[in-house]
């Protein structure tokens, strides 16, 4: 396992994305890095797959003036329909 010159051991990540850090670039692919470093790039790599996600997911809004509300896509006609026009 390698360690970093200050003798601490670095353990290895699997990165799905490249990384740029003080421009070092990390991955994508395994790499070995310093434990605080690793967890920061899970941090990243998680909140990076939450966000594709919730890209992905179907949503509906409507609009009213400066107003947004989110609305269940299969009720957005419903809903739209039981709001007068003018209002929209």
Known sequence: MPRSKKGVRKIQVTLKS??????Q???PGQVFVLPDLAAY?????????AKEQSLMT???FIIQGQR????AP???????????PETI
């Not at 947004?68 to 609305?71: A, D, G, L, S, T």
């Open 74 to 84: 299969g009720r957005f006609n419903e809903i739209l329909g039981g709001i007068a």
């Open 18 to 23: 490249r990384h740029l850090v003080n421009g």
């Open 25 to 27: 670039a990390y991955g």
């Open 41 to 49: 790039f899970q941090h990243v790599e998680s909140r990076q797959e």
């Open 58 to 60: 179907e949503r509906a």
């Open 68 to 71: 947004k509300r989110q609305v």
